[in-house]
Every structure is written in C-alpha cells, then in structure tokens.
C-alpha cells in the first residue's frame, strides 16, 4: 500500500520569503501526485498535480512542483509567499488502477503554514 | 467554488444514531469519492463510486456504507454512531477515475455527543 510523509507539522515563513514544503511516498510504481491547500473551515482546493511527462508542474497561485523518483519526493515550492498563503497543505499519492486511472487518494498529515509580517 | 455540493454543513447527532451525507458531484463528473477527515486519523479515503458502482474501498467501517444514484448524486450512510465518528467528511468528484483531478466538496462536520 501506498503511504505519503510529509515531515514538517509546521513551518513558519516570513512574507515574500521562499518556501518549499516536503513531501516523501512510498509507492512502488509511478504514483499520481498531488498537492491541496486547506484554508480553515474549507474544503480541499487541488494546487498542481503530476501524471507523467515533465517532471517540474506548475500549479495554481505561483506554486510548482518537482517529481524526483530516485528520491520519492514531490516538494513544493513558491519562491515568494503572500500572507494569504497561510495554511495548511496536503501532499496525496494516488494508486494507478491496473485498468487505467487511479484510485482514492492518500493524504499526508498535512504542514501547517503560518506567515510572518 | 468547485461545483461539488455537499449537505448538511453541520449535523450534530447523539451516539448510536444513523446519519446521511449527501454529495452533489460537478456537472459531468462521474466518480464520486467521499474521504474523512480528522484530527487523530487525518484524511483518509472511504469509498469510490463511479457511474453508480463501487469501485473501491478505502479504510470505510462496515457501519458506514455509500451508494451512488442514477443522477450521479451520491449519500454516505453512518450507522450506529460513535464519539469516535465525530470528524469532517468530504466528497469529491472528477470525471474519470482518478487520473483526471478530483474537487472537493466543503465538507460535512459531522459532531457525535
């Protein structure tokens, strides 16, 4: 089974200063990759994804991604954060199926993000 | 919004009671897939429906079951409720069968006292 590390519960960034959250799986193909941010009281919104081809994605709100399979890690990176970037962030690993597609996704436990002025 | 409807926002319940979740995909989307998430377990996934059958179960207790209507809406039952049970379930749909992009639904929180 699949399993996702995300080993940061916290980090705290100041404004306009880079960030890289870090995201390690365990899957022993291939996984589709995702990454969600969380804003208090909301639901999951989907920030970039990684199925195959280039190996750095870019994403919505400047974020981008890059798949290292001898590493297995899908870190995310923003180089200069916006206070309203605080939150809390998911990497998800899904399982592709063997007749094509993936399954139900796989969370981490989430990085909290807070922004300092 | 990401078009994924869920209902109730809230429901507070008493132990021993049997809840329904309800989930309204995104227009088009096949799949529905319903996840719980809470503080000591995190999100995990439950269950996959996809054009109306099940296509795979997640950590779902047998209490819990699900099933997905012709219209493609789709309800999570939670049957003889534990405090354990208390937690935030989300919905979330795509077209396919997970290689396209799942949205999510705002979520139910769902309060078992």
């Known amino acids: 089974a699949q399993s996702v590390t995300q080993p940061d519960i916290h980090i705290t960034v100041s404004e306009g200063a880079s960030l890289e959250l870090r995201c390690n799986y365990s899957y022993g193909a291939t996984p589709y990759l995702f990454w969600y941010v969380q804003s208090p009281g909301q639901g999951l919104q989907l920030l970039l994804k990684y199925f195959s081809g280039d190996t750095l994605v870019q994403g919505i709100k400047g974020f981008e991604a890059e798949f290292k399979r001898s590493q297995s890690s899908f870190n995310l990176r923003k180089p200069s954060v916006h206070w309203s970037d605080a939150a809390e962030y998911f990497c998800?690993?899904?399982?592709?199926?063997?007749?094509?597609?993936?399954?139900?996704?796989?969370f981490g436990k989430g990085t909290h993000l807070i922004i300092q002025p | 919004d990401s078009g994924v409807t869920q209902t109730p926002k809230h429901l507070i319940t008493a132990t021993g009671q049997r809840v329904t979740l309800r989930c309204s995909p995104r227009?088009?989307?096949?799949?529905v897939y319903w996840y719980q998430q809470s503080l000591d377990q995190g999100l995990q996934f439950l269950i996959h429906?996809?054009?109306?059958?099940?296509?795979a179960k997640g950590n779902i207790l047998e209490r819990f079951s699900a099933q997905q209507f012709p219209d493609l809406h789709s309800e999570l039952n939670l049957s003889s409720l534990e405090l354990g049970d208390s937690a935030l379930y989300f919905c979330a749909s795509s077209f396919g069968t997970g290689e396209t992009e799942a949205f999510f639904g705002q979520g139910t929180r769902l309060t078992v006292v």
């Open positions: 429906y996809y054009n109306g059958e099940e296509r």
């Open positions: 227009s088009g989307d096949l799949s």
């Open positions: 998800a690993v899904g399982a592709r199926l063997s007749g094509g597609g993936a399954d139900g996704l796989t």
